[in-house]
Each structure stands twice: as structure tokens, then as C-alpha cells.
């Protein structure tokens, strides 16, 4: 069945660092990727969404690429914040007669100050 | 997207009690699923509850435990019956739109 496989963490970085969290996915027809952020506390938001390959998401400085070939979705940002500390789920989508989104395990960021 | 409220955000509750959590969601949709995401763990869908007809549960979780209503287009109840330290959770209510899932503020129970 379709799966999401995210790098484990958790990731501890310095402010200004740059970020990558891997994910990458296994599915049998052609997938919606994304990626939910869900700050302390709170619920899951939406950051950012490819729908098909080759497609960039972004937003917030944020930015992921889905790529068919190496069946990836890698989050990236170029220099974290101290509120960019967060868990990260990556997750895929796909409808296949009844829509279902699976997610990864998710990956906590600490930005140091 | 969608805006989803659930209530309640957070409760205590004892043992062997049930609670009932409810989404309302801004605009009408047709398929809003139900998640549990337990402490330090990924979100585990529960269940897909479609208006007009009975609730998709998921391997591993039963209606008589999870009891959810879908009355509407715009609404849903989870009910969490006869609970144990192990329902401690957080619940979050999602709905489908353009093939994208979006999430309430999820409700955050505590079972002593």
C-alpha cells in the first residue's frame, strides 16, 4: 500500500541555518504530496502542496519539489527561525474511488536562538 | 480551503465516561474525516464520514467505540465512548477540498 517514509529527528539547528527534511513515498498511481506544519499546542496547518511531478510548492520561505523519479518531496528553507520550530508531516494524497491521505511519522525542528 | 472549528479544545475526563466532540465547517463539504494523534505520534485516520450515509471506519477502530454522526453538509460529531488513559489523544476533525485535506484546531483530551 502507499506509504510516507520522513528522515527522523529530531533536527536542531542554529537561526539563519538552511533546512532539509527528507521524505520520500511509495504509491501505485499518481499522488498529491504535501507538507503540514503543526506548531506546539496546536492543530496541523497546510504549508505548502505539489500535485503533480515536477511541481514546486512554497510558502513562508518554504519550498519542496515533487520528484517522480526519486519518488521525493524534500522540504527545504534557505534560513530558519526560532518560530519555524515545529513538527513537520509530510503527506500524500490519492483518489482512488474514496480519498485517503497518508501521512508520515513527522519530524521535530528545534531552531536555537 | 475550509475554516473547521471543533469543540470542545481540550478536556479532563474520568474513566469509562464518554465525551462527544463536534466540527463545523464553513462551507459544505462532502466527505470530513475523523483522526486521532496520540502523544508524539503521527495522525492515524479513525474513520471517513460522508453525509446521508454510515461512517468508513479504519482497521483497528469500531463504531461502537467511535460513534460519529454526519447530520449534514457542514457538521460531524466523534463521539469517544466508555474511555480509558489510553483515549488520551488529541481528535482532529479534517474535511476534502481540491483534493487537499484541511484540519480543525483538533480537541485535546486528557483521560484520568
Known amino acids: 500500500g502507499d506509504s510516507v517514509t520522513q528522515m527522523e529527528g529530531p533536527v536542531t539547528l542554529s537561526e539563519e541555518a538552511f533546512l532539509t527534511i527528507n521524505c520520500t513515498y511509495t504509491?501505485?498511481?499518481?499522488?498529491?504530496l504535501f507538507w503540514y506544519v503543526q506548531y506546539p499546542g496546536e492543530g496541523l496547518q497546510l504549508l505548502l502542496k505539489a500535485t503533480k511531478a515536477d511541481d514546486k510548492g512554497s510558502n513562508k520561505g518554504f519550498e519542496a519539489t515533487y520528484r517522480k523519479e526519486t519518488t521525493s518531496f524534500h522540504l527545504e528553507k534557505g534560513s530558519v527561525q526560532v518560530s519555524d520550530s515545529a513538527v513537520y508531516f509530510c503527506?500524500?494524497?490519492?483518489?482512488?474511488?474514496?480519498?485517503?491521505?497518508?501521512f508520515g511519522a513527522g519530524t521535530r525542528l528545534f531552531v536555537k536562538a | 480551503s475550509a475554516v473547521i472549528s471543533q469543540k470542545p479544545s481540550r478536556d479532563i475526563c474520568q474513566r469509562g465516561t464518554s465525551l462527544t466532540i463536534q466540527c463545523q465547517v464553513d462551507s459544505q463539504v462532502t466527505m470530513m474525516f475523523w483522526y486521532r494523534q496520540q502523544p508524539g505520534q503521527s495522525l492515524t485516520l479513525i474513520a471517513t464520514a460522508n453525509q446521508g450515509s454510515e461512517a468508513t471506519y479504519e482497521s483497528g477502530f469500531v463504531i461502537d467505540k467511535f460513534p460519529i454522526s454526519r447530520p449534514n453538509l457542514t457538521f460531524s460529531t466523534l463521539t469517544v465512548s466508555n474511555m480509558s488513559p489510553e483515549d488520551s489523544s488529541i481528535y482532529l476533525c479534517?474535511?476534502?477540498?481540491?483534493?487537499?485535506?484541511?484540519f480543525g484546531e483538533g480537541s485535546w483530551l486528557t483521560v484520568v
Open positions: 504509491a501505485t498511481g499518481y499522488p498529491s
Open positions: 503527506a500524500l494524497s490519492e483518489d482512488t474511488g474514496g480519498f485517503k491521505t497518508i
Open positions: 479534517s474535511v476534502e477540498a481540491g483534493n487537499t485535506i484541511y
